[in-house]
C-alpha cells in the first residue's frame, strides 16, 4: 500500500520560510515522478510542483516560481518542497502526490498558514 505522509508545515509570517517534507513508503520512489498540491480555504486543489523521477527536472506553477523550489533524496524515500518568501496567498494545506501530472494519491496533508 502506498503511504504519503506529509510534515512541516506551520504558521509563518509574511516573508517567511518552510520547508515541507512527504515521505514515502509502498511504492519504488525513486520510479516515481512526484508533485505538490495545495488547497487553500473555499478553493480546489492547486498543481504547485513537479520533479522527474531519475533527473530531478522541475517546473512551478506561476504563483510560486522563484519562491518555492521542489526536490528529492531518493536514498531516502523523501520529497521536499522548500517554500521561502512566503505570502499570505500562499496559505493552504498542502499535499504531496504521485506522478507529473498529479495522481489522486496523496498524503493526508500539511496546514501552512502565513499570518502576521
Known amino acids: 500500500e502506498v503511504q504519503l505522509v506529509e510534515s512541516g508545515g506551520g504558521l509563518v509570517q509574511p516573508g517567511g520560510s518552510l520547508r515541507l517534507n512527504c515521505a514515502a513508503s509502498g511504492l519504488t520512489f525513486s520510479s516515481y515522478a512526484m508533485s505538490w498540491v495545495r488547497q487553500a480555504p473555499g478553493k480546489g486543489l492547486e498543481w504547485v510542483s513537479g520533479?522527474?523521477?531519475?533527473?530531478?527536472?522541475?517546473n512551478n506553477a506561476d504563483s510560486v516560481k522563484g519562491r518555492f523550489t521542489t526536490y528529492r533524496d531518493n536514498a531516502k524515500n523523501t520529497l521536499y518542497l522548500q517554500m521561502n518568501r512566503l505570502k499570505t496567498e500562499d496559505t493552504a494545506v498542502y499535499y504531496c502526490?504521485?506522478?507529473?501530472?498529479?495522481?489522486?494519491?496523496r498524503g493526508q496533508g500539511t496546514q501552512v498558514t502565513v499570518s502576521s
Open positions: 502526490a504521485t506522478g507529473w501530472p498529479p495522481t489522486t494519491v
Open positions: 520533479i522527474t523521477s531519475s533527473c530531478g527536472r522541475t
